[in-house]
């Protein structure tokens, strides 16, 4: 049995939809997720490991990255048209939507991409990126997301990259923490 404490949104968006394959490839093994927005506490036995938003460094637990995060605007096909550079005149048009837990992403996009001293005119955060995607769906405003994240509603066409800027690589990324002395431990 492996025990995993997950944020919601990223259960929803990326591992759910890779629990099918990874059971298929370790049948032996029962994974068991709760889902939660708190930052839950390792060194009791109720949890093996979870995953969590950061730069990696947690103290006293070990830290293994699941993907680089690189992220790239995302928009509904009705708010914008794909295919433009990004300029203020268009960031100035549209709410940027931002995670409470991760407030310094745009910032980080923005001097990315050559726009260090550009400040949003108009922000909205979101405690849930499902939410936040959702909310971008539905033509309410632009969000930051990575592919591992909004592939499929891109696939889909629910969302477009209206910017043709190369993806931003983030400070932060994904990773899955445990105690380091379970690091040997078989699942």
């Given at each position: 049995?492996?025990?995993?404490?997950?944020?919601?949104?990223?259960?929803?968006?990326?591992?759910?939809?890779?629990?099918?394959?990874?059971?298929?490839?370790?049948?032996?093994?029962?994974?068991?997720?709760?889902?939660?927005?708190?930052?839950?506490?390792?060194?009791?036995?109720?949890?093996?490991?979870?995953?969590?938003?950061?730069?990696?460094?947690?103290?006293?637990?070990?830290?293994?990255?699941?993907?680089?995060?690189?992220?790239?605007?995302?928009a509904a096909p009705s708010l914008l048209r794909a295919g433009r550079p990004i300029a203020p005149?268009?960031?100035?048009?549209?709410?940027?939507?931002?995670?409470?837990?991760?407030?310094?992403?745009?910032?980080?996009?923005?001097?990315?991409?050559?726009?260090?001293g550009y400040r949003p005119r108009r922000r909205r955060s979101f405690d849930n990126a499902q939410?936040?995607?959702?909310?971008?769906?539905?033509?309410?405003?632009?969000?930051?997301?990575?592919?591992?994240?909004?592939?499929?509603?891109?696939?889909?066409?629910?969302?477009?990259?209206?910017?043709?800027?190369?993806p931003v690589p983030l400070r932060q990324s994904y990773y899955l923490v445990y105690r380091k002395?379970?690091?040997?431990?078989?699942?």
């Amino acid at each position: 049995m492996l025990r995993l404490s997950v944020l919601q949104s990223f259960a929803s968006l990326w591992l759910l939809p890779r629990l099918a394959a990874f059971k298929q490839a370790r049948p032996d093994l029962d994974v068991e997720i709760e889902t939660s927005a708190e930052l839950i506490d390792l060194t009791g036995d109720r949890y093996d490991a979870a995953i969590r938003f950061g730069t990696g460094r947690w103290p006293g637990l070990a830290a293994d990255r699941l993907f680089r995060n690189q992220v790239f605007p995302v928009a509904a096909p009705s708010l914008l048209r794909a295919g433009r550079p990004i300029a203020p005149t268009a960031l100035d048009r549209a709410v940027l939507f931002d995670i409470v837990q991760a407030p310094d992403l745009w910032s980080q996009y923005l001097r990315g991409v050559g726009l260090p001293g550009y400040r949003p005119r108009r922000r909205r955060s979101f405690d849930n990126a499902q939410v936040m995607y959702e909310a971008v769906a539905n033509g309410l405003g632009i969000a930051l997301g990575a592919d591992e994240l909004v592939g499929g509603q891109l696939a889909a066409g629910r969302l477009i990259k209206p910017f043709r800027n190369d993806p931003v690589p983030l400070r932060q990324s994904y990773y899955l923490v445990y105690r380091k002395e379970r690091r040997e431990r078989p699942a």
